[in-house]
């Protein structure tokens, strides 16, 4: 089985590209490092198919010898397909995430970080969104406040839909939901 | 009786399809996907019983014959494993429902949640019935990508944070498992499980080695074996409760369950065991340390969860049919249970309105109900006799000492101490929680919580509303399965053990795909 060399470098760079997106802290970075990894896994597949060939189709004097191995074709197009909805839902996360705190970073866990300071830890510094590294620089700076209305919004149509007694009376024993602000201005 | 197979990954498949176009409709999307998962626990059983009865099953898809179609495979364990996944899967579903109904749905969030649901099941199922590396590659997206949506449900920020430490692990997981699926057909030219089984003897033991591990890591990270589990006590515990009690009862044994495939019908050779017994040695040992440091009941839950996977890798890691067959009863015994013990939670959570060991108390007086379906569960989580966790680890031990090397006897001596430390944080909670006082809470002072920290903000939960009906009656029926495990033990380790007899060696996988003796080495796809 010979393999192109050009191929297996552009795998290897890809590879150590993507690896190191992914370590990094900010989604955006993460989701650009997992589509970097995923071509080269996808490279991977197609390297191992082997040789390089005319379309697997039967023809009269075309021998098995001379076709590509159509099999890694079919397993990157599955493996694109799926590369493709996790993006796609990694994407809405982010956006997410960016409406609810104008945060891009991924927090430790404050369970673990309570353990590591001790008893009464008490997480203390929370990075710093002007200072920190993510791709919204200093436009981090803060929360899209009418995210958090529209979630009430959301909770009080899909109780409406259910039980229309419960939603006319405030949510109980939560302040958080308690004040429902007047609708923002939505974006 | 083959036409069976497919159904087990197409009834949920058009149920989940179903439940969306019924999204406004919430009474009859519910009944879809209850219909739905009850007729795969139908055709769970009925596999289960043609297949314990006779012949293994197989379907090739399409018609397309076994070396190049994809097959699926029902043997006994993958049939065992589809009925207990079902049941748990119905269980946790109606506990769910029940929870929506009171609820209005605010922790199971409108449309979406059922067809997820489903579609979450179909993954599961597939993996179990795959015969082909890369639709069990299929399999494991499809229940991933599902999880992923389950995780993050809601979209608060807590769940984004925590969901997006769990997709980013189980990303990285399914781009190794990819890989290796890549060099094993460099290696091999198939992704037919059993060619790759024949064909993997020809290969050089060095690569052999190499494709091995690389698959383990990728099983392992999902498994949450010691190195690779760092994942799962942070991410799992924000999640709805009921979304908590699948993931943690089903998905981590899906993994198992593909190690298991790995080691006995791909890599059947003994060369990494040894490897392995540490790997359990060290997952058992960390879990159960990390459990004993929580004061949260669901982190406590989930570090146990981890520390009795490495129970499931010891059962695999002998090498013998007694030590699959143990493996394979200790993981319908485990399922069952941590799913019950997540649910318990669940309630005690709307009783209580925490689930820190901190601030509750008086549970046993104010729900008794929910003390013995806590209960009842966590003495047979911790192996006490005669519940199924007993059972269960009894034979993991008696085919250690079978095995009978030093390490073998290390891991019996281990598997002992961290039954016992898991009864001792299970007891733990029972004492605070149940038996202390509810006005004894403020200043407690007590020895068992030392050392104890949790999160400043943890625990802020809404006391109850009421608790319903359908959420104990699902509890309860679980409750009642893990018991069933221990009333009819009998019957249902003779089947472990013949599950385990058919996967020493892996002449019988082999010959299930290629009943007319083994293709030639030259006829497949290349």
Redesign the interface.
């Known amino acids: ?1 010979s393999v192109s060399l050009v191929l297996l470098i552009v795998m290897a760079v890809l590879y150590a590209c993507g690896i190191y997106l ?1 370590l990094e802290r900010s ?1 955006t970075r ?1 989701l650009l490092g ?1 589509l970097l ?2 071509n080269a ?1 996808n490279l ?2 197609i ?2 198919a ?1 040789q390089s060939g005319v379309a697997p189709i039967v023809e009269d004097g075309v021998t098995v010898d001379e076709m590509t ?1 159509p ?2 074709q079919a ?1 990157i197009l ?2 694109i397909v ?1 590369t493709f ?2 993006s796609a ?2 994407l809405a ?1 982010i956006y ?2 960016w409406r ?2 104008r945060e891009d970073n ?2 430790d ?7 590591r300071l ?6 203390t510094e929370k990075s710093d969104a002007a200072s920190s590294d993510t791709e919204f620089g200093i436009l981090a700076d803060a929360a899209v406040t009418t995210a958090r209305d529209l ?1 009430e919004d ?2 009080r149509a ?2 409406e ?3 229309p007694e ?2 006319s009376e405030p949510v109980a ?2 302040p958080e939901k308690a004040p429902l602000k007047p609708k923002g201005g939505t974006e | 009786m083959n036409a069976l197979v497919p159904l087990v990954v197409m009834i949920p498949l058009i149920g989940a399809a179903l439940a969306l176009i019924l999204g406004k409709r ?1 009474a009859l999307q519910r009944i879809v996907t209850v219909v739905a998962l009850t007729a795969v626990l139908v055709v769970g059983v009925i596999l289960l019983l043609v297949v314990d009865a006779g012949e293994p099953l197989m379907v090739e898809v399409g018609g397309w014959a076994a070396p190049f179609g994809i097959v699926l495979i029902v043997d006994r364990l993958a049939a065992l494993m589809v009925v207990v996944s079902a049941a748990v899967l119905l269980a946790v579903l109606i506990f769910s429902v029940g929870q929506g109904l009171a609820d ?3 922790e199971t ?2 449309s979406i949640y059922y067809p997820t649901y489903l579609i979450l099941g179909t993954g599961v199922f597939n993996a179990f019935i795959a015969g082909d590396l ?1 639709n069990l590659y ?1 399999g494991f ?1 499809i229940l991933l ?1 599902s999880s ?2 389950l995780i ?1 449900l809601g ?3 807590a769940r ?6 769990y ?2 692990v189980s ?2 997981s399914s ?1 190794f498992f ?2 290796s ?3 094993i ?2 290696a091999v030219g198939t ?1 037919n499980i059993a060619q790759i089984s024949l064909r993997m003897a020809e290969i050089p033991q060095d690569v052999q080695n190499i494709l091995h591990v690389m698959l383990l890591v990728g099983f392992g990270i999902k498994a949450a074996v010691f190195p690779l589990s760092f994942w799962l006590p ?1 991410s799992y515990p924000t999640a709805p409760a009921p979304v908590t009690a699948v993931f943690a009862g089903l998905l981590t044994k899906v993994g198992v369950y593909s190690i298991i495939r790995t080691e006995t019908v791909i890599f059947p050779g003994p060369d990494l065991n040894p490897a392995l017994m540490i790997v359990a040695l060290l997952t058992m040992v960390v879990g159960v340390l990390g459990a004993i ?1 929580q004061a ?1 009941i669901k ?1 406590l839950l989930s570090f146990t969860l981890v520390s009795h996977i490495g129970f499931m890798i010891l059962g695999v890691s002998l090498g013998s049919a007694a030590g699959t067959a143990a493996a394979i009863y200790y993981i319908v015994h485990h399922i069952v249970v941590q799913t019950t013990l997540f649910l318990a939670t669940g309630l005690i959570e709307r009783q209580g309105g925490s689930t820190s060991i901190n601030k509750l108390g008086g549970l046993l007086a104010a729900s008794p109900i929910i003390a013995i379906l806590f209960f009842i569960p966590a003495l047979n989580l911790g192996g006490i006799p005669p519940f199924s966790g007993f059972i269960g680890k009894l034979a993991l031990f008696e085919a250690s000492a079978e095995q009978g090397s030093v390490l073998a006897y290390v891991l019996i001596g281990a598997g002992a101490l961290v039954s016992l430390l898991t009864l001792y944080s299970l007891v733990r909670v029972w004492n605070l929680a149940f038996w202390r006082g509810a006005d004894e809470v403020e200043g407690y002072e007590s020895e068992l919580l030392t ?8 625990a802020t939960v ?2 109850s509303r009421t608790t319903p009906r359908l959420m104990i009656g699902a509890t309860a029926a679980m409750v009642a399965l893990g018991v069933a495990l221990t009333v009819f033990a009998g019957p249902l380790y003779a089947i472990s053990d013949r599950a385990g007899e058919n996967l020493e060696g892996p002449s019988f996988y082999v010959d299930i795909v290629f009943p007319d003796g083994p293709a030639p080495i030259d006829g497949g ?2």
Not at chain 1, 109 to 115: I, K
Not at chain 1, 118 to 123: F, K, P, T
Not at chain 2, 160 to 165: L, W
């Open positions: 089985m992914m989604m993460v997992f990894v995923g896994t991977l597949i390297i191992m082997g191995d099999l890694p397993l599955t493996a799926i909805a996790v839902f990694l996360l997410r995430s609810l705190e991924v927090e866990d404050v369970d673990d970080v309570a353990m001790g008893e009464n830890g008490v997480l979630e959301d909770e899909a109780a839909a259910t039980d419960r939603a024993n939560d | 919430p209005g749905h605010d969030p409108v890369f299929v997206e990508v992923y949506v993050t979209g608060t920020q984004i944070r925590a969901g997006v430490t997709i980013v990303l990285v781009m990819l890989a699926i890549a060099m057909y460099g992704v942070d440091a949260d982190r050392n104890l920290s949790e999160a400043p903000q943890g809404t006391k796809a290349e």
